[in-house]
């Protein structure tokens, strides 16, 4: 069975801070993986693709460890405008039966 | 601009009725996806199709049907024999290119039971 899994928070950080959450994996088949963003009853949006052993943009950092099957999520100098529910996903092939979700990590920065 | 379009934004069911939720997209994408979001839940994939008048069901396709005549449109009817309908439904699309499967999602539709 395909899984992954993430704390579902909720993460309280202050204004300024850093903050990494983890997404574990259980396929070890999976090829490539996302972050995706949700606001409270919106859509997800794509916020980082990783392919190899992570990705930078800006203040968000992934960074993949295959040996042990997990998948991080650092974000730097954090903003209000950060808070949100981040989606781990896994990609393992074969079309849309491939993707598998988390069920997200709940962040709340505080001011 | 391109995009995905969900409607209606709320929909309410009443016992025994069959309902469909609207989703078009003009991105010119292959692949379109339907899932459903419980609260604290991950999604999870009701339908999918890669090509036109063809679609494959996903990990809880009963009481759902769909239809893809149209490479843009891919409704979703909500059938009286889905018992617990409640949800956020969110319909996606891909290029479809394999690895890359990044998903562009329509800003969903609420469906409660009254």
């Known amino acids: 069975r395909k899984e992954v899994e993430q704390d579902p928070g909720p993460f309280n950080v202050p204004e300024g801070a850093t903050v990494a959450f983890n997404c574990t994996y259980s396929n070890s088949a999976s090829q490539s993986f996302f972050w995706y963003r949700q606001d409270c009853r919106k859509e997800p949006k794509l916020l980082m693709s990783?392919?190899?052993s992570g990705n930078e943009d800006g203040r968000f950092t992934a960074q993949l460890n295959r040996a042990s099957q997990y998948i991080s999520l650092l974000i730097r100098d954090s903003k209000l405008s950060d808070s949100a529910t981040y989606l781990c996903?896994?990609?393992?092939?074969?079309?849309?039966?491939?993707?598998?979700f988390g069920k997200g990590t709940h962040l709340i920065i505080q001011p | 601009d391109g995009g995905i379009t969900q409607s209606p934004k709320y929909l309410f069911r009443k016992e025994g009725q069959n309902v469909t939720l609207s989703c078009e997209q003009n991105l010119n994408h292959d692949a379109m996806y339907w899932y459903r979001q419980d609260p604290g839940q991950g999604l999870r994939l009701i339908y999918y199709?890669?090509?036109?008048?063809?679609?494959q069901k996903g990990d809880i396709a009963e009481g759902y049907s769909v239809s893809r005549e149209k490479k843009e449109s891919f409704p979703l009817t909500v059938t009286s024999a889905q018992k617990n309908p409640t949800a956020f439904y969110l319909c996606a699309s891909s290029t479809n290119g394999g690895v890359n499967e990044k998903l562009f999602f329509g800003s969903g539709t609420q469906l409660s039971v009254l």
């Open positions: 996903v896994a990609y393992s092939g074969g079309g849309a039966d491939g993707l598998t």
């Open positions: 990783v392919y190899s």
């Open positions: 199709s890669q090509i036109v008048n063809d679609f």
